[in-house]
C-alpha cells in the first residue's frame, strides 16, 4: 500500500499537480538538457579555436579548463576571491537596507511615489562604468568605489521589485484588515510585508546578480586587488587560457550565489513560488 500512495502521490509545482514518476522524469530530462548544452558549448568553443588556429586569441576548452584547474587550487586565487564576494555582499546588503524602505514607501504611497519616481528612473539609467571615475574621487581605489557601485547597480532592482510587490497585494487583503480593525502599522506588518516578500526576493536575486557582474568591472580600474584584479593581470601577462580558466570560475561562482539565493526563496516563500 506505501509503494502504490508513493507512486499516486501528487506534488504542486508551478505548472500544476504532478506525480513523483512525472516529477522524476521532468528531473531526468532537464539534468540531460543541461548536459547536453554543456557539450555543444564546448564543441563549438572548440570548432572556433581549430578555426582561428591561434590558441592566444582562441584557447581550447582543454587549456582553459586545465588553467582553471590551477587557478582553483591556488591560495592567491581564494584570497582575491574572497575578498571580491566580501566586496559584493557588504553592497548588496547597503542595496537592501536602502531599496527595501523606498520600495515600501513607493508601493504604498502615490504621492510619494510622484516625487521619488522620476529620480530613480534617471538615476538608473547612467551607465555604471560612467560612475567609476567620480567613484575614485569620491572613496579612492580599493573597497569603497566597488562597494558603492554594487550598492548603486543593486538598489534599483530592490526598490522596483519591492515597489511591484506591494502594488500586487489585492485591495481585498487591505479591505479585510481594516474591517476587523487593524490599524496601519498592523497592516504594513501582516499584509504589505508577507504580502510584497516574493517581489523583496526576486529583487534581492536580481541586485545579488547584477552586483557580481559589476563588481568585475569596478575591479578592473578601481582595485589593485579582487577578481577582476586577476583577470587585468591574466590580459597584462597575455595569458589568455587563464583569463577563460578566470571566466568559468566567476560564472560557477555567480550560478552557485544565484542557486542558493533562489533555494532560500523557495524555502521562505514556498507558499508563492510552489
Same mark, same amino acid.
Given at each position: 500500500?506505501?509503494?502504490?500512495?508513493? +507512486?499516486?502521490?501528487?506534488?504542486?509545482?508551478?505548472?500544476?499537480?504532478?506525480?513523483?514518476?512525472?516529477?522524476?522524469?521532468?528531473?531526468?530530462?532537464?539534468?540531460?538538457?543541461?548536459?547536453?548544452?554543456?557539450?555543444?558549448?564546448?564543441?563549438?568553443?572548440?570548432?572556433?579555436?581549430?578555426?582561428?588556429?591561434?590558441?592566444?586569441?582562441?584557447?581550447?576548452?582543454?587549456?582553459?579548463?586545465?588553467?582553471?584547474? +590551477?587557478?582553483? #587550487?591556488?591560495?592567491?586565487?581564494?584570497?582575491?576571491?574572497?575578498?571580491?564576494?566580501?566586496?559584493?555582499?557588504?553592497?548588496?546588503?547597503?542595496?537592501?537596507? #536602502?531599496? !527595501?524602505?523606498?520600495?515600501?514607501?513607493? &508601493?504604498?504611497?502615490?504621492?510619494?511615489?510622484?516625487? #521619488?519616481?522620476?529620480?530613480?528612473?534617471?538615476?538608473?539609467?547612467?551607465?555604471?562604468?560612467?560612475? !567609476?571615475?567620480?567613484?575614485?574621487?569620491?572613496?579612492?581605489?580599493?573597497?569603497?568605489?566597488?562597494?558603492?557601485?554594487?550598492?548603486?547597480?543593486?538598489?534599483?532592482?530592490?526598490?522596483?521589485?519591492?515597489?511591484?510587490?506591494?502594488?500586487?497585494?489585492? +485591495?481585498?487583503?487591505?479591505?479585510?484588515?481594516?474591517?476587523?480593525?487593524?490599524?496601519?502599522?498592523?497592516?504594513?506588518?501582516?499584509? #504589505?510585508?508577507?504580502?510584497?516578500?516574493?517581489?523583496?526576493?526576486?529583487?534581492?536575486?536580481?541586485?545579488?546578480?547584477?552586483?557580481?557582474?559589476?563588481?568585475?568591472?569596478?575591479?578592473?580600474?578601481?582595485?589593485?586587488?579582487?577578481?577582476?584584479?586577476?583577470?587585468?593581470?591574466?590580459?597584462?601577462?597575455?595569458?589568455?587560457?587563464?583569463?577563460? &580558466?578566470?571566466?568559468?570560475?566567476?560564472?560557477?561562482?555567480?550560478?552557485?550565489?544565484?542557486?542558493?539565493?533562489?533555494?532560500?526563496?523557495?524555502?521562505?516563500?514556498?507558499? +508563492?513560488?510552489?
Amino acid at each position: 500500500m506505501e509503494k502504490a500512495a508513493d +507512486k499516486v502521490s501528487l506534488y504542486n509545482t508551478r505548472g500544476g499537480w504532478v506525480s513523483r514518476d512525472m516529477l522524476a522524469s521532468i528531473t531526468d530530462r532537464r539534468r540531460y538538457t543541461w548536459i547536453v548544452s554543456v557539450l555543444a558549448l564546448i564543441g563549438v568553443w572548440q570548432a572556433a579555436a581549430m578555426l582561428y588556429g591561434n590558441t592566444f586569441i582562441m584557447p581550447t576548452p582543454w587549456m582553459a579548463i586545465s588553467a582553471f584547474g +590551477k587557478d582553483a #587550487i591556488d591560495p592567491w586565487i581564494h584570497e582575491n576571491l574572497l575578498l571580491t564576494i566580501r566586496r559584493v555582499m557588504t553592497g548588496f546588503g547597503y542595496a537592501l537596507v #536602502i531599496g !527595501v524602505p523606498i520600495g515600501y514607501l513607493m &508601493g504604498y504611497s502615490m504621492t510619494a511615489r510622484r516625487y #521619488i519616481d522620476p529620480l530613480i528612473d534617471s538615476l538608473r539609467q547612467i551607465p555604471m562604468m560612467a560612475w !567609476v571615475p567620480l567613484t575614485i574621487v569620491w572613496f579612492g581605489l580599493g573597497d569603497g568605489p566597488t562597494v558603492f557601485l554594487i550598492a548603486f547597480v543593486g538598489v534599483f532592482a530592490v526598490i522596483l521589485n519591492t515597489t511591484a510587490g506591494v502594488e500586487g497585494i489585492s +485591495k481585498d487583503y487591505y479591505n479585510a484588515a481594516r474591517s476587523l480593525g487593524a490599524k496601519p502599522w498592523s497592516i504594513f506588518a501582516h499584509v #504589505i510585508v508577507p504580502g510584497s516578500f516574493p517581489g523583496i526576493l526576486t529583487g534581492m536575486r536580481v541586485a545579488l546578480g547584477a552586483g557580481w557582474m559589476s563588481v568585475i568591472c569596478a575591479e578592473f580600474v578601481a582595485t589593485s586587488a579582487g577578481f577582476g584584479f586577476l583577470m587585468v593581470d591574466a590580459q597584462t601577462r597575455m595569458e589568455t587560457d587563464r583569463l577563460m &580558466g578566470l571566466m568559468i570560475m566567476g560564472a560557477l561562482v555567480g550560478f552557485t550565489i544565484d542557486r542558493m539565493l533562489l533555494l532560500t526563496s523557495r524555502v521562505l516563500a514556498r507558499w +508563492k513560488v510552489a
